[in-house]
């Protein structure tokens, strides 16, 4: 059974650093786009970061770039989420989603991914 478990969601001040973590279990994540998205009180999911499968490149949202930084360990089935200089806007579940044979232009999109995680709480204090 594919799963996906994410992890270090927690309370920090604005100007923190957080880690999240997403491990993929009973599958290897290589040939699978990894997404993050996230969802505030009464908002719609909102992309994150995505780092396509296969040696594909990474993609941020506006918001985040410069901040965020996504990466995976294929060896690990595990993708990560480096964020940086957190903001109170950032307060939000964090979801983590894979797809494969997601196109270019998709990346973005929640409809485009197969697998999601049950999310992390992430709460910035200003």
């Known amino acids: 059974q594919m799963q996906l478990v994410e992890s270090g969601g927690q309370l920090v001040q604005a100007g923190g650093s957080l880690r999240l973590s997403c491990v993929a279990s009973?599958?290897?994540?290589?040939?699978?786009?990894m997404g993050w998205f996230r969802q505030g009180p009464g908002k719609e999911r909102q992309f994150v970061a995505a780092?396509?499968?296969?040696?594909?490149?990474?993609y941020y949202a506006d918001s985040v770039k410069g901040r965020f930084t996504i990466s995976r360990d294929n060896a690990k089935s595990t993708v990560y989420l480096q964020m940086n200089s957190l903001k109170p806007e950032d307060t939000a579940v964090y979801y983590c989603?894979?797809?494969?044979?997601?196109?270019?232009?998709?990346?973005?999109?929640?409809?485009?991914?197969?697998?999601w995680g049950q999310g992390t709480q992430v709460t910035v204090s200003s």
């Open positions: 009973g599958w290897n994540i290589r040939t699978y786009t």
């Open positions: 989603a894979a797809g494969q044979r997601i196109i270019l232009s998709s990346v973005g999109r929640p409809d485009a991914y197969d697998y």
């Open positions: 780092f396509r499968g296969n040696g594909g490149g990474t």
